[in-house]
């Protein structure tokens, strides 16, 4: 494939943006090459300013389960448009989403907009934080919760708990009451309410982790969360900002008997617009401002344009409960597919699959934690990810992602995928 356009363009790009992108991992640095530059979507297919055509396995990194520019998403997006692109004041499609949600999620009662899985999970936690009168808070290694200071910490050597930031310009003073924790793992969230003095306000994780590749967490452990949780008057918040919608109509909540006291969403919520969400019983959200003394705000929350999209979305979604069997299927066929290829060359590979979401690592033991996501093999992920590319498979540019099958991914499309793998991996073995 030529790339020549895409080149010229990334090197433009970088004069004027940091890295060339607006999102780090958008920049190629894990794998070889550089990025594709996107002219436009078409279904389960993606089209670059050199005029290559991908599968598209990101699906803007997870919002797009119909794929690109579905029809009853662009027609109401398009209605929206002609009506004017922002008020500032309540429309009544923000109330119409909300409800979607609230009769979705057992959890939920009231939920309010934002504008990015970010704004949800730091407002998210501050309303936490604001109903407990306690600062402590517990998340997981390899969890991402967004790029809010409190949560942009990385792991503690040893055996300390208490989290280092990740990055400069992360104060220590405020991610000291971030306390991290071991995925899968429950006496590490027992050393972390040992450790915190004050007590702890929330406990966030992702119950279906997706941003240290696909680790699903065990139905015991979420169960054994619940119970510590419970015993300490600690609120546990599920950040379902990437598996709401994808692992199921009601994401891991679909799946687990285990329930949160607050969720986050978005992705998915919005179609592919900027949206995101945080809901809750009743009781934690009357202390949300306007109603309580938890301020939170946002120009363009509920924008009418992106909660059109999102309702359309949801609407879709909830008429069709049978997509998920459908993206379930050929999530596992593609995994399959891909396990074969690895078996067949002798290259050791785990794979998982949950509702649209899957995820591979190039590794011989089961991924239960970042501990062990991190001893992947990431050169062979590379090697592999060029070869995918250069077959017009588009995978996510890094080992630690997840990948998303959108209702527009035909079976054939996947059939394509998995030849391509056995190609690759015959090659690059
Ligand atoms: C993507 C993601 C976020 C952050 O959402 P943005 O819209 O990128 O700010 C937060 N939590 C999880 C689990 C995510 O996957």
């Known amino acids: 494939?030529?790339?020549?356009?895409?080149?010229?363009?990334?090197?433009?790009?970088?004069?004027?943006?940091?890295?060339?992108?607006?999102?780090?991992?958008?920049?190629?640095?894990?794998?070889?090459g550089t990025p594709p530059f996107i002219e436009r979507g078409e279904g389960g297919y993606l089209c670059d300013i050199d005029g290559n055509r991908y599968i598209d396995f990101v699906q803007s990194w997870g919002p797009l389960i119909f794929g690109h520019c579905d029809a009853d998403i662009e027609a109401a997006v398009m209605d929206a448009v002609k009506k004017g692109l922002s008020f500032g004041a309540p429309t009544?499609?923000?109330?119409?989403?909300?409800?979607?949600?609230?009769?979705?999620?057992?959890?939920?009662?009231?939920?309010?907009?934002?504008?990015?899985?970010?704004?949800?999970?730091?407002?998210?936690?501050?309303?936490?934080?604001?109903?407990?009168?306690?600062?402590?808070?517990?998340?997981?290694?390899?969890?991402?919760?967004?790029?809010?200071?409190?949560?942009?910490?990385?792991?503690?050597?040893?055996?300390?708990?208490f989290g280092n930031p990740s990055s400069p310009g992360v104060p220590a003073d405020l991610t000291k009451h971030t306390l991290l924790a071991t995925y899968n793992d429950i006496e590490s969230v027992k050393q972390c309410f040992a450790d915190s003095k004050e007590g702890i306000a929330c406990v966030i994780i992702e119950p279906i982790a997706g941003n240290m590749g696909l680790v699903p967490a065990d139905e015991s452990f979420l169960q054994e969360l619940r119970t510590l949780c419970d015993a300490h008057g600690t609120l546990l918040i599920f950040d379902e900002v990437m598996s709401g919608f994808r692992a199921s109509l009601k994401g891991a909540q679909g799946i687990t008997s285990v329930k949160p006291d607050m969720v986050t969403l978005g992705k998915v919520i919005g179609a592919g617009m900027p949206v995101g969400a945080f809901g809750a019983s009743a009781e934690i959200m009357a202390h949300l401002s306007p109603e309580g003394p938890v301020y939170q705000a946002g120009t363009l929350s509920g924008n009418p344009v992106?909660?059109?999209?999102?309702?359309?979305?949801?609407?879709?979604?909830?008429?069709?409960?049978?997509?998920?069997?459908?993206?379930?299927?050929?999530?596992?066929?593609?995994?399959?597919?891909?396990?074969?290829?690895?078996?067949?060359?002798?290259?050791?590979?785990?794979?998982?699959?949950?509702g649209s979401m899957f995820g591979f690592f190039f590794s011989d033991k089961p991924v239960k934690n970042f501990a062990d996501a991190m001893e992947n093999d990431q050169k062979m992920f590379a090697k592999f990810h060029k070869g995918m590319l250069d077959r017009g498979i588009y995978l996510a540019c890094s080992s630690f992602e997840t990948g998303f099958i959108s209702a527009a991914t035909t079976d054939a499309m996947i059939d394509d995928a998995i030849k391509?793998?056995?190609?690759?991996?015959?090659?690059?073995q």
């Open 92 to 161: 009544t499609v923000e109330t119409a989403l909300a409800e979607e949600i609230v009769t979705l999620f057992e959890s939920i009662d009231k939920v309010r907009f934002v504008s990015s899985g970010t704004e949800a999970v730091m407002s998210a936690i501050r309303l936490a934080r604001g109903f407990t009168g306690r600062d402590d808070i517990v998340k997981f290694t390899g969890c991402y919760h967004g790029h809010s200071d409190s949560l942009l910490v990385q792991a503690g050597s040893g055996a300390a708990t």
């Open 420 to 428: 391509a793998a056995y190609e690759t991996l015959k090659e690059i």
């Open 306 to 354: 992106a909660m059109s999209a999102g309702l359309a979305s949801l609407k879709k979604l909830k008429a069709n409960p049978a997509v998920y069997v459908e993206l379930g299927n050929r999530a596992k066929k593609l995994m399959e597919g891909f396990k074969k290829a690895a078996d067949a060359v002798n290259v050791p590979m785990v794979t998982d699959v949950r």
């Open 1 to 32: 494939m030529a790339y020549e356009k895409s080149i010229a363009a990334f090197e433009e790009a970088y004069k004027v943006i940091p890295g060339g992108v607006d999102s780090p991992v958008r920049a190629f640095s894990g794998v070889e």
